[in-house]
């Protein structure tokens, strides 16, 4: 640690964002800098939470002195690998600083504490892109729902207590035959030099879809080329809603709904195929939603409701899948008629969107 010069950011106004991109829903996220502000790394990944207490497992004290040591290493190398160095930098943003994004952060303005409504954090930004996107009427593409995917979607376990360390890799994934094994230390991942978990992350997250990327490992002091294949759609293996702060989705895209997918022993039950639309209402927030007149239990939605259709679709859905169907295929201001199953009865209504 003393080898470093360390700042710590507590807030977001004024940043510049375009240096910055990070996962925004993070805890803590740590930069390795050059004065020139050449990249070397992050550390710092949050993968699906499915309680509390995991809300930390995918960052440890170990790791993250490995990730330093990588640090200082790309540093002693520095100025002669900056072009190695160069894609951990991402494309310019359209807007610099969060307060310039058109659908800006939900903060009341600068203040002296950054506490409470006076602070625009890191995951209001996140946030922010994606609305800014969204409330323009451009296509929104999945990287900015289903944002920093996990190597393990691949079949690509990391050490957690390692550097860009393989634990672990799943018989007949797409890591599995791209020539990837266990134990293995990525020495590099489409040309970019990876020191953490994160690092693998901000690769896979700025990837296209189909595509491959190539790496190098060091297996047993040898180094072995290896590849990664992304196909089309494969982020979506995650629920972005246990990844993502989605109170606004709540609020405006689905209208106060709460949701979750209905499971094949009660899909069963009710009659429906294994490969049936089911998406149960678990409650309802009408004072949540954006508009009380608009809410979905103003439009005839009730909880415990299943949705067996939305706009003429009746297959199998997951509710981020379900949510973006709304955002990625319906235009603004649009009613989308949904099908409900409730007590055994067919109800229809149609949901609007704002």
């Not at 740590?30 to 995918?58: C, E, H, P, Q, W």
Request: proline content about 6%; overall charge positive; some cysteine.
């Amino acid at each position: 640690m003393d080898q470093f010069v360390t700042v710590r950011q507590v807030q977001m106004w004024g940043v510049d964002t375009n240096l910055f991109q990070f996962q925004g829903m993070l805890t803590w996220a740590v930069f390795f800098l050059n004065a020139d502000k050449t990249i070397y790394g992050r550390y710092g990944s949050r993968g699906a939470r499915m309680s509390r207490k995991d809300n930390d497992k995918d960052v440890t004290l170990e790791g993250f002195k490995k990730a330093m040591e990588g640090a200082l290493e790309l540093h002693k190398g520095f100025p002669a690998n900056k072009d190695a160095l160069a894609g951990k930098t991402g494309k310019p943003r359209p807007w610099k600083t969060p307060e310039s994004f058109p659908f800006k952060p939900n903060a009341s303005g600068p203040a002296e504490k950054t506490q409470g409504k006076g602070c625009i954090h890191c995951h209001d930004v996140q946030d922010s892109e994606f609305k800014s996107a969204w409330k323009a009427g451009q296509p929104v593409p999945d990287k900015l729902l289903w944002t920093y995917p996990m190597p393990d979607e691949l079949g690509l376990v990391l050490d957690t207590t390692e550097r860009a360390t393989v634990a672990r890799v799943v018989s007949g994934s797409p890591a599995d035959k791209g020539g990837f094994r266990t134990g293995d230390k990525i020495v590099t991942l489409e040309g970019q030099p990876p020191i953490s978990l994160a690092d693998v992350q901000w690769v896979l997250h700025n990837a296209d879809e189909p595509s491959t990327l190539k790496g190098q490992v060091d297996r047993g002091g040898k180094k072995v080329d290896v590849t990664l294949t992304l196909a089309a759609g494969w982020r979506r293996k995650t629920e972005y809603t246990l990844t993502q702060s989605l109170g606004w989705v709540t609020r405006n895209v689905v209208a106060g709904m709460r949701m979750q997918v209905v499971d094949p022993v009660e899909k069963s039950k009710l009659g429906l195929p294994g490969n049936a639309l089911a998406i149960k209402v678990v409650d309802l927030a009408p004072d949540f939603a954006r508009d009380r007149n608009t809410s979905a239990k103003t439009v005839g939605i009730q909880k415990n409701d299943i949705i067996v259709e939305v706009d003429g679709v009746k297959s199998a859905m997951s509710e981020s899948e379900f949510i973006t169907y709304l955002i990625q295929k319906k235009g603004k201001g649009q009613k989308v008629p949904l099908t409900l199953a409730r007590g055994g009865q067919i109800q229809k209504v149609q949901l609007d969107l704002p």
